[in-house]
T-cell receptor, first 111, second 113 residues
Framework: LAKTTQPISMDSYEGQEVNITCSHN???????ITWYQQFPSQGPRFIIQGYKTKVTNEVASLFIPADRKSSTLSLPRVSLSDTAVYYCLVGWNTGGFKTIFGAGTRLFVKA | KAGVTQTPRYLIKTRGQQVTLSCSPI?????VSWYQQTPGQGLQFLFEYFSETQRNKGNFPGRFSGRQFSNSRSEMNVSTLELGDSALYLCASSLGGAGDEQYFGPGTRLTVT
């Protein structure tokens, strides 16, 4: 099973770019890398997903090196409302979709 | 379109009782996954259902079970409740393909006393 490791917490200031790195040394060929955001008392919300290289959407970028043993979520110009827990997860298809969430990174954005 | 809904939102039970939680996925989604979230263990995968069949299962005891109906709605049952079952139970739906984005519901907060 591909286990993920993330920093427990990070602090940032409004307007800064935040990069959160996730390690997944045992990632398998079929695994996707997905990041979710979770606010207190809410279910996680999808941010971005990638398989290799770089993926960008309207809220974030995901950088995946060639060996895929890590990935970095990049949040440009964070605001106070980006204060949340960010989960890196690695999932694969074994006839279904089984996901393993990491411990999450608690991001605190300060004014 | 409507999001994932879960009922009830809050529940208090006593040890030894059983509980059934319900999840209605987004229309058209055939996959429903269940997760348990606790402060100590984080988000843990329970099981996934696709077209009424359990496709994947996490490492939880047999007291945790589920099912999915033909309209993709899913129920999760926990029998012989223990204090450690107190948690936020989250349901997520997706179209069902590998790597598909999952849409989570607001969760059911279960407290076992």
């Amino acid at each position: 099973l591909a286990k993920t490791t993330q920093p427990i917490s990070m602090d940032s200031y409004e307007g800064q770019e935040v990069n959160i790195t996730c390690s997944h040394n045992n990632i398998a060929t079929n695994d996707y890398i997905t990041w979710y955001q979770q606010f207190p008392s809410q279910g996680p919300r999808f941010i971005i997903q990638g398989y290799k290289t770089k993926v960008t959407n309207e809220v974030a970028s995901l950088f995946i090196p060639a060996d895929r043993k890590s990935s970095t979520l990049s949040l440009p110009r964070v605001s106070l409302s980006d204060t949340a827990v960010y989960y890196c997860l690695v999932g694969w298809n074994t006839g279904g979709f089984k996901t393993i969430f990491g411990a999450g990174t608690r991001l605190f954005v300060k004014a | 379109k409507a999001g994932v809904t879960q009922t009830p939102r809050y529940l208090i039970k006593t040890r030894g009782q059983q509980v059934t939680l319900s999840c209605s996925p987004i229309s058209g989604h055939r996959s429903v996954s269940w997760y348990q979230q606790t402060p100590g263990q984080g988000l843990q995968f329970l099981f996934e259902y696709f077209s009424e069949t359990q496709r994947n299962k996490g490492n939880f005891p047999g007291r945790f079970s589920g099912r999915q109906f033909s309209n993709s709605r899913s129920e999760m049952n926990v029998s012989t409740l223990e204090l450690g079952d107190s948690a936020l139970y989250l349901c997520a739906s997706s179209l069902g393909g590998a790597g598909d984005e999952q849409y989570f519901g607001p969760g059911t907060r279960l407290t076992v006393t």
